[in-house]
């Protein structure tokens, strides 16, 4: 319904925010690192929503970014986690890091997340990596085979995948850094700049 709002920042909480767009004052729910990279109060923002509707429930959901939007919009998705557990993750784990424990089945990151356990961490990673079509993965493997990408690239182009973007997308953004000697998690940061121009 919502696709963003722009407004000026009228208050900021620990968990929402408060837009005024032409005098209308939206109550925007949001994370941590979203609040963290706010302009200072009264000044100009866009955020990117997402409108949470359920039985008596309506609220709005905001991010800075598109990139993080994704990933709210991603856990929501899964079986038993709400808005509240989806926030309370991006609030401890960024984008690449998620995508990276993901592809590697890294529980123990994504459970530093308050209220999120080892049953709810296992049954993210079960349903997201599922929700990864074969066929994208395969044509990763290709695309391993022919352009002999180190093992460090095909984890970034796999996490890329797990975060929704095509694997050609994932493996030409991945390309286009220079991966020699980087961390797995800095080449995805790295890609997604270069998927977010």
Known sequence: MFAYLKGHIEFIKE?????????????????????????????????YTYLYVKEDVLDLYGFIDQEELGMFELLISVSGVGPKAALAILSTISPPQFALALVSSDVKTITKAPGVGNKLAQRIILELKDKIKSEELIDIKDQETITGQPDYSSEAVNALVVLGYSAAEATKAVQAVNAEGIEVEEIIKLALKNLMK
């Open 15 to 47: 968990n929402y925010i408060i837009i005024d767009v032409n005098g209308v004052g939206y109550k925007v729910y949001t994370s941590i690192s979203t609040i963290n990279k706010l302009p200072s109060l009264h000044q100009d923002v866009q955020i």
